[in-house]
């Protein structure tokens, strides 16, 4: 996709972004922006020039909240999907989709069995990490059996596989269709709510289990989040964790310096088209 049209869609997913700040600055429901999206928001007071990408967390409760009563407020054009609502969704997490619009990533088409939603916002639960570290070991490597059977339920055919890996890959979607995607989320899910329960005192740190990032990484005091901040996003603001500096430290180390050109021009590759 060339520079001007992801400029173009970046103010777009922005307008799915209005739409959940307005519902949640109404209901009283935390979020923040994380990952890329409050890298953006510190480093370049805005998207990160190569990426088109909004993601948020929420705290369980604010998630729950919003994902099976808030949403339900969005205006006409915009909906809220997840496993619970769609058996189709691959995603562990919820998406607001803008309805209508088309988002193509570079594989689409040697993966037509996804499905698309496309120009979207992500929406991750946080949630409690045991104090213990013997519990959280244990947690984490069954997060990650159910991460993995989706991966391998998913089976995603890239350009660069070789004729033997596209066909191990096929063969292996086909052995795996007698299990649902949804119960895979669901079972990821309950796993990942296990200490949910617990008083805070209990579980010091919250984690967006479902992200692609190490989860020793995501794993933080809740101080880093605290209460929400709002930063400047391009022409708006949008929340931030309260210590949003010690968030990117955490997850990036050195959060300031810039991939190299290459790396860039692979995030610029990553979408080849959209419409909306």
Not at 27 to 53: Q, T
Request: proline fraction near 5%.
């Amino acid at each position: 996709m060339d520079r001007d049209k992801l400029r173009e869609l970046q103010f777009v997913q922005m307008l799915v972004m209005d739409e959940i700040h307005k519902i949640c600055k109404n209901k009283g429901l935390r979020y923040y922006l994380i990952g890329g999206s409050a890298l953006g928001a510190v480093r370049h007071k805005g998207f990160i020039p190569w990426d088109v990408d909004i993601d948020i967390a929420m705290p369980r409760k604010d998630y729950e909240q919003f994902v099976t009563e808030c949403s339900k407020e969005l205006p006409k054009g915009f909906v809220c999907v997840d496993y619970r609502t769609d058996k189709a969704i691959y995603s562990p997490h919820a998406l607001v989709v803008m309805e209508g619009t088309k988002l193509v990533q570079q594989d689409d088409i040697l993966n037509p069995q996804l499905k698309r939603y496309g120009i979207f916002v992500d929406i991750l639960p946080l949630d409690q990490c045991p104090n213990d570290n013997k519990q959280w070991e244990k947690q984490k490597k069954q997060i990650a059996k159910w991460a993995n059977l989706r991966y391998r339920k998913l089976s995603l055919i890239y350009a660069s596989n070789t004729p033997i890996e596209r066909a191990i890959k096929k063969i292996t979607r086909f052995m795996m269709l007698c299990l649902p995607m949804s119960y895979i989320n669901r079972k990821q899910s309950e796993v990942i709510q296990t200490y949910d329960f617990l008083a805070d005192s209990e579980c010091k740190r919250w984690c967006s289990m479902v992200s692609h990032y190490s989860l020793d990484k995501l794993s933080m005091p809740k101080e880093f989040f605290g209460e929400p901040k709002l930063m400047q996003f391009e022409n708006r603001e949008y929340y931030v964790p309260e210590r949003v500096i010690d968030y990117l430290t955490q997850l990036f180390g050195d959060y300031m310096k810039q991939p190299s050109k290459e790396k860039q021009q692979e995030m610029y590759d990553f979408f080849v088209d959209a419409s909306w």
